[in-house]
């Protein structure tokens, strides 16, 4: 996953709430193992159709969290 600070940077803090569920995706590494593993057509394809799009993102991130009582649910991407 990396540091707590690049936890923190894609789902942010938590403070007062009650959080249920939360998960990360970094785009970066799935990118690069991808490319390592991926030869032939699988592999012109993935750089086709598939790498450009994945190119710009960095991160996704989604939390499940009570606030207040009120239930919420956050998602956010980050960019590279």
């Given at each position: 996953?990396?540091?707590?600070?690049?936890?923190?940077?894609?789902?942010g803090?938590?403070r007062?709430?009650t959080?249920?569920?939360?998960?990360?995706?970094?785009?970066g590494?799935?990118?690069?193992?991808l490319?390592k593993?991926?030869?032939?057509?699988?592999?012109?394809?993935?750089d086709?159709?598939?790498?450009p799009?994945?190119?710009?993102?960095?991160?996704?991130?989604?939390?499940?969290?009570v606030?207040?009582?009120?239930?919420?649910?956050?998602?956010?991407i980050?960019?590279?």
């Open positions: 996953m990396g540091s707590a600070a690049d936890y923190q940077t894609v789902l803090s938590a007062s709430d959080t249920s569920a939360q998960f990360v995706v970094r785009f590494q799935i990118r690069a193992t490319e593993l991926l030869t032939g057509k699988a592999k012109a394809a993935f086709a159709r598939i790498a799009d994945l190119g710009p993102l960095q991160d996704l991130s989604a939390r499940s969290f606030r207040d009582g009120v239930p919420h649910f956050e998602v956010r980050t960019f590279a």
